[in-house]
């Protein structure tokens, strides 16, 4: 089973977290060395610096949160899910929900992934964020049922959420409700302009419904944030689809020189 888009697309909660990483702390000072040696790259030394905020503060659930996060970047999923588990034994904490329940579903643990989003529901009942991964969860399963009723939910518990606006239009795109899908897009890009992931599903949203020429704008407000080369490809094929066909070959040109695959092979 594919792997739940919704890892990178929470990318942003995740720097939102590290930035605001143990503010309330009696550990600040060794969380703000940590954060200072990752953000230079020294990934050993931000390690060891959470390693001994955790220690020393087991309570801390946000450096927990962090090592785990780090951990996981490197490569040690079954040790960073052992933190998130462990950081789910002090408190409800969304961050750990959110991973470990991909981490759940990314290794077959379907049941695991759902039954403990189904507890995040329960227990943070403002919070659309576990709503609307659980209803991603349950469109990859084939419940569509279950998938609309979550991503009403979502909107109930946090209307101004556009993760859970995008999302759901995604969702109804798929299901070819493609004018509710429209408006959904576009009520995220107006609760988040800089979201890069808003405007490209927004254009992804409008391409199925033959506007191409719209969607050029969406992903180029989703490039203008964010560059992606899946953009760059989703922009030319909505180039090409207007009729803007030499536009599309020039930048298809671009694209493949900046990937190396345009370079002659010889001098």
């Known amino acids: 089973m594919k ?17 605001s990483a143990c503010v309330s702390s009696p550990m600040r000072p060794t969380a ?12 050993t030394q931000a390690r060891r610096l959470l390693e001994k905020a955790v220690r020393q503060h087991p309570e801390n ?16 999923e079954d040790d960073a899910a052992a933190l998130y588990e462990e950081n789910l034994q002090h408190g409800m904490h969304l961050p750990s929900v959110i991973n470990l329940a991909v981490h759940y579903q990314r290794h077959g643990a379907i049941d695991k992934a759902i039954q403990l989003l189904e507890r995040a529901c329960v227990a943070l009942p403002h919070e659309a964020t576990p709503r609307y991964v659980l209803a ?18 979502a909107l109930q518990a946090d209307v101004n959420n556009p993760l859970a606006h995008i999302f759901y239009a995604r ?5 070819d409700m493609i ?3 429209i408006r959904e897009a576009r009520q995220a890009t107006k609760l988040a302009p800089t979201c890069a992931v808003c405007w490209r599903i927004l254009g992804d949203v409008l391409m199925r419904h033959r506007r191409a020429r719209r969607a050029i704008e969406a992903y180029q407000r989703s490039l203008a944030i964010e560059p992606d080369t899946k953009t760059r490809q989703q922009l030319i094929a909505a180039l090409q689809a207007a009729g803007e066909k030499e536009r599309a070959q020039r930048m ?4 493949e020189a900046a990937s190396g695959k345009g370079k002659s092979e010889h001098p």
Do not use: C
């Open 3 to 19: 792997r739940l888009n919704v890892y990178l697309l929470l990318i942003g909660w995740f720097v939102l977290a590290l930035l």
């Open 32 to 43: 703000d060395l940590a954060m200072d040696a990752w953000k230079q790259g020294d990934l």
């Open 61 to 76: 659930l946000q450096a927990r949160y962090n090592l785990a996060w780090l951990l996981e970047e490197q490569g040690h």
């Open 136 to 153: 991603q969860l349950m469109h990859q399963t084939g419940d569509e049922k279950a998938a609309e009723h979550y991503f009403q939910e």
């Open 171 to 175: 969702w109804l795109a798929s299901r």
């Open 179 to 181: 004018d509710p899908a």
């Open 252 to 255: 298809h040109e671009a694209l």
